[in-house]
């Protein structure tokens, strides 16, 4: 990941740094959303949390957004908007039943491919949604995390990222990480070349490189492989999200464009995680 410099800001427009802001007491539950949890919601989720383990770490892959808008005649820019309203709930729900973390195929490095005014309008969807969810998300006790070559990204969408992430830094309750101009691939490669070079300048014996060298030399250092991967819209296929990380996760793939994809999808998508028998090789007992 490249270290990016934030730049400077109108005063008027800029948030509080983290260091200035004097930090509000995260409340017991979680309200990302302008509506209130209800009772049935809450009985759902405590019957999901009593029938098995919740998945500590939940990864997704968001697609569908633009299939979403053409079946309905709109712009694709329409689909990702509504997009994020998917990502506001499930961020809401996934925190509230004790998921740990939350990772969100956010932008591949392939989409940078596409049209360049749809890639335009993406980086300005990202640049409103983090100034409009920041507060929300710190206030819930919840940190953004991100993971991608960062650097590829406009300057006033890095500036914001910036400012987010270190309004959040401290929080405990959830880690939602973005993978954002992220590729597997490009991730591992980066990798491989970070412990050649240590191999080169004699910091590391190549005798000694373990999985968990590797695993220690990608971005997601420090956060356990996720539990569950779910994908949206119905294609049976990874996409380049995550290859290292998700060598036992269980697969779950549905056929909802992710605009459709609300805190009911989620929940099926759990009650599956939990009938199923994880083994990661072993042969089951008894």
């Known amino acids: 990941m490249r270290d990016g410099v934030p730049g400077t800001r109108d005063p008027a427009h800029r948030r509080p740094s983290s260091a200035s802001r004097t930090p509000s007491p995260v409340s017991p539950t979680v309200q990302l959303s302008s509506t209130p949890q209800t009772a049935a919601d809450a009985e759902v989720q405590a019957a999901l949390k009593a029938r098995g383990p919740v998945p500590a770490h939940i990864a997704c892959i968001m697609d569908g957004n633009g299939r979403w808008a053409k079946a309905r005649r709109r712009t694709r820019v329409a689909g990702h908007r509504e997009g994020v309203v998917s990502v506001r709930e499930i961020t809401e729900a996934c925190a509230q039943i004790g998921v740990e973390h939350l990772t ?9 491919h596409r ?31 991100a993971i991608g070559d960062l650097g590829r990204l406009p300057a006033r969408a890095r500036r914001e990222f910036d400012e987010a992430l270190a309004l959040t830094a401290g929080n405990a309750r959830m880690t939602l990480t973005l993978a954002i101009s992220y590729g597997s691939r490009w991730e591992i490669t980066e990798a491989v070349r970070r412990l050649a070079g240590e191999v080169r300048d004699g910091r590391l014996d ?4 373990t999985e968990r060298t590797v ?27 995550l290859l290292w990380q998700i060598a036992y996760t ?13 805190r009911e999808a989620l929940y099926e998508a ?5 009938d199923r028998d994880r083994r990661f090789g072993r042969v089951a007992e008894g």
Not at 104 to 112: A, D, K, Q, R
Not at 250 to 262: G, H, I, Q, S
Request: no cysteine; hydrophobic share 40%; net charge negative.
């Open 250 to 262: 269980e697969l779950y793939v549905t056929e909802k464009f992710w605009p459709d994809f609300r």
């Open 115 to 145: 049209p360049a005014a749809e890639v335009t309008a993406l980086m300005e969807l990202l640049v409103r949604t983090l100034r409009r969810e920041a507060e929300r998300l710190h206030d819930n006790g919840i940190r953004l995390h």
């Open 270 to 274: 759990i009650r599956s995680y939990q």
């Open 104 to 112: 969100l195929y956010t932008f591949s490095t392939e989409n940078w």
């Open 215 to 241: 695993s220690d030399a990608l971005l997601t250092a420090g956060t356990p492989d996720p539990d569950l991967l779910v994908r949206t819209a119905g294609e049976m296929r990874l996409s380049n999200f």
């Open 206 to 209: 190549a005798d000694a490189i």
